[in-house]
């Protein structure tokens, strides 16, 4: 069983939908959690960061965390076909371990204008 | 300010030969990271420098080599390439924290 498990879409939505992108994962440890989205033939750039549970939103996107359930999330608001990309989700047990990342899969997701 | 950049952005190699890439940032960051990323995997980390000279491995070291000669590069060879070692390889730079990670365009490799 993999550490983290993310749901590898391809996910379809409408422009100005609502996006729940999801993650679960098996290692308690993990106290970080990164929303990472990556553009065709793009590296990775972060999007969200949080620690421990709860919710934290910047603009359009909200990250959740339910460290109970070991279960995370990625909402997105009024999609945009810019939104259209690859979400990775990645986790540590530390802040100061860049190393000790565990990346998702990743979910396509496209946004259809 | 370019950022993290990867040399060459695609090859193909054929089982047996060997080849570097090459990673070169200009933010001044300590650490850099060797990740592949394969269909279904995510990102796997292969090798990491926390600073000049230095070089660590990371979970799927096997076949690969790094040097860290210079802060600002970070090289990965391949002494012997196989046909599993076809991936998307990324480099990265950052301080070291988990909240600053920038990653390169990536190196599309194929190993025949």
């Known amino acids: 069983q993999k550490e983290v498990e993310q749901d590898p879409g391809p996910l379809s939505v409408p422009e100005g939908a609502i996006v729940s992108l999801n993650c679960t994962y098996s290692?308690?440890?993990?106290?970080?959690f990164m929303w990472y989205r990556q553009y065709s033939r793009k590296g990775p750039e972060l999007l969200m960061y949080?620690?421990?549970?709860g919710n934290k939103e910047d603009g359009r996107f909200t990250a959740q965390v339910d460290k109970s359930s070991k279960y995370i999330s990625l909402f997105i608001r009024d999609s945009q076909p810019s939104d259209s990309a690859t979400y990775l989700c990645?986790?540590?047990?530390?802040?100061?371990?860049?190393?000790?990342?565990?990346f998702g899969s990743g979910t396509r997701l496209s946004i259809r204008p | 300010n370019a950022g993290v950049t990867q040399t060459p952005k695609f090859r193909v190699l054929k089982t047996g030969q060997s080849m570097t890439l090459l990673c070169a940032q200009d933010?001044?960051?300590?650490?850099m990271y060797w990740y592949r990323q394969d269909p279904g995997m995510g990102l796997r980390l292969i090798h990491y420098?926390?600073?000049?000279?230095?070089?660590a491995k990371g979970e799927v070291p096997d076949g690969y080599n790094v040097s860290r000669l210079k802060k600002q590069n970070f090289l990965l060879g391949l002494e012997s390439a196989a046909p599993s070692q076809t991936s998307v390889y990324f480099c990265?730079?950052?301080?070291?924290?988990?909240?600053?990670?920038?990653f390169g365009p990536g190196t599309r490799l194929t190993v025949l």
């Open positions: 990645a986790m540590s047990p530390f802040s100061s371990s860049a190393s000790k990342i565990i």
């Open positions: 290692n308690s440890a993990f106290q970080y």
């Open positions: 949080t620690y421990s549970s």
């Open positions: 933010m001044n960051h300590e650490y």
């Open positions: 420098s926390v600073g000049e000279g230095t070089t």
């Open positions: 990265a730079a950052g301080t070291g924290d988990t909240d600053t990670q920038y």
